[in-house]
């Protein structure tokens, strides 16, 4: 598998509604999409999921932008590829910056498909076409914003909402939800809101039976999450600290959590998820895919990801229209009956629109073969 060239575009997008959380709100969402070319001029696809600010992890946009063209394209184009399993070895040297790899990493992949003319979800052993789908919903400032958006989402025939909680929005707002909507499927995200100090406090969520409380303590713990998952009926479900597949193994040695949320970005990619997903397949602990506020070119990489047999919870991949005026891929992602749908098309199964992904880009870097610098 021989890459011709790759091209970085760095783009902003409008988010159609803030997406606000327990360290900060977004308004609009820079992202770096990235497009991998063979000679015959077939594209693969992929997104990193860095943000512009190191509040989720500590990547960020123009981080991941060094990394790439410094590090991972050079490493990427010093010699052909036979599968894209052999690029977590030709990165081992590059410490970390899962998100930055996992970009890159997911375009080969897409291109590899695409070479062999099967759907990436067939070419990484997905088994389900229309996997469930739930949404996660920002911080709002009243109690009726909360109803106002959940009717709407459970109207559009979404099964699974996650909301955000923090300390002083947290019970009251859980205790208003589950008043009103006694059997749905419910969960919170705290994005490491609390501490163990809280738990005490965070046990008085146990009485309105969510399906978890995702990541409650701080982001690169396993060993307070084991103890607080000790006096919790809830399960915890750990995001944040799970940014390998070496982290997921000692999180289920500790009994850290019960359920995991997978981020092709957070983890460094398809090899990697894969990987957590054999294990969690043989502990029988419960996966669902995270989301990232992607574009449609990384809402599609999930997809594909939800659509393997451990998958079976409800994941974070909402319609395309959940987050932009108009995605950047064609057709757009939406969603049915609760579900989306994996076309059964090449790759990622998604055009990409590159006349609007180009009115949309900052700034462009290409890196032809020919010229990569050798690490
Ligand atoms: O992309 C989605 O639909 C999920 C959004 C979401 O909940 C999150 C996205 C990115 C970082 C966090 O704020 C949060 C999460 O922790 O899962
Ligand atoms: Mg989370």
Redesign the pocket.
């Known amino acids: 598998m021989k890459i011709e060239a790759v091209t970085l575009h760095r783009i902003r997008m409008q988010l159609v509604m803030p997406?606000a959380?327990s360290y900060g709100t977004y308004h609009d969402r820079e992202t770096i999409i990235v497009q991998v070319q063979d000679e015959q001029g077939l594209s693969g696809w992929g997104e990193c999921v860095a943000f512009e600010t190191p509040w989720?992890t500590e990547e960020t946009v123009q981080g991941a932008w060094h990394m790439l063209q410094q590090f991972l394209i050079p490493l990427l184009l010093q010699q052909p590829l036979d599968d894209p399993q052999q690029l977590s070895g030709r990165w081992k040297g590059v410490r970390r910056n899962p998100m930055a790899k996992a970009g890159l990493e997911m375009a080969v992949w897409d291109l590899f498909a695409k070479q062999q003319h099967k759907p990436l979800y067939q070419l990484v052993g997905g088994v389900n076409r229309q996997p469930k789908v739930g949404v996660?919903i920002g911080l709002q400032r009243e109690i009726p914003d909360y109803f106002q958006l959940i009717d709407q989402y459970v109207e559009q025939g979404y099964e699974r909402i996650?909301v955000k909680i923090k300390p002083g929005s947290d019970l009251s707002l859980i205790s208003a939800l589950r008043a009103r909507y006694p059997q749905l499927a419910l969960m919170a995200?705290a994005?490491s809101a609390y501490t163990l100090a809280d738990a005490e406090h965070l046990q008085k969520l146990d009485a309105f039976g969510l399906l978890m409380i995702?990541?409650p303590l701080a982001v690169d713990d396993i060993i307070d999450h084991a103890k607080l998952q000790r006096e919790l009926q809830t399960p915890i479900c750990l995001?944040e600290s799970i940014v390998s597949y070496d982290d997921a193994r000692h999180a289920l040695e500790l009994e850290s959590c019960r359920v995991i949320?997978v981020k092709l970005g957070r983890v460094g990619g398809w090899n990697e998820a894969l990987r957590i997903h054999q294990l969690c397949q043989e502990k029988n602990v419960r996966l669902w895919c995270?989301?990232?506020?992607?574009t449609g070119i990384g809402r599609a990489h999930n997809m594909a990801l939800a659509s393997l047999p451990g998958f079976t919870l409800p994941g974070?991949i909402?319609a395309s229209s959940r987050y932009w005026e108009r995605d950047i891929i064609a057709p757009e992602v939406t969603v049915a009956g609760g579900r989306v749908t994996l076309p059964d098309l090449p790759g990622i199964g998604f055009a990409v629109d590159q006349r609007f992904l180009h009115s949309l880009t900052l700034d462009k870097l290409v890196v032809q073969a020919a010229d990569a610098q050798p690490m």
């Open positions: 997406f959380t989720y996660a996650k995200d994005n995702e990541q995001d949320n995270g989301g990232m506020l992607e974070d909402s």
